[in-house]
């Protein structure tokens, strides 16, 4: 009977840490999936300006290099890419995308960087939600570790995003400049936040934080998809 109860206890929970972890994998998904920049932004580029790069429309900078070029060589150019093969445009691609430098290489593992910290720390604010409404679940170590994991992982993908975005403080770009300030925002909480569960001493503070920190996360993912997919990729404007 005690191991019958035991077991049941154990698979009661289980099943909570399961649909925790699923809804959190889910949100992460959606939410960190976006947060590639455009190399337009290192270049500081205004978002009218790197839409119309996306376009394939001429830049100002680019009008004098349009004027020295051969007459109709713009023209051959696409002609010229529809005669490679699949292959030959796959290596041009890889040629491309090769890294440049210690920096560059930096800049790339930004998205990569950013899926943890976003995973563990809505992890952390659905566990303590959990907590809210079942006290008796015992999930405040759980918790202090989640936060502190995911404290560690925001400080690294800011880092690394102001690797990606260009290090300035003024950026013409609205929507890169949310994501850089927003992130840095997140990762100050998430610090604050590793530091009131780690004293352990009342939830109040903590569960604030983790509430603002989700709704930065929703806001950090929704502009970083306005940065990749272009503007209103929702539709909802």
Known sequence: YLRGMIFSRVSRHMSIFTRLGLAALFAAFLLSAPLHAHEGHQ?????????AMEEGMAMPDDAHAGELAPPGEEMDRPNAQQSMSPEDMMQQKITENRLTSAEDLLSRLHPVAAHFPIALLL?????????MVRPTLGLETTIRFLVAGGAIGAVVAAL???FAGGWRLLDRSENLAIHRWNG???AILSLL???VAARGKGRG???????????ALIVQGYFGGEMVHGPNHMGIM
């Open 43 to 51: 270049d500081n580029m205004s978002d009218a300006e790197m839409l």
């Open 123 to 131: 992890v952390a604010a659905l566990a303590e939600l959990a907590l």
């Open 160 to 162: 690394l995003g102001w």
């Open 184 to 186: 840095t925002t997140i």
């Open 193 to 195: 936040a590793w530091w």
């Open 205 to 215: 503070a903590l569960r604030l934080l983790l509430a603002l920190i989700a709704a």
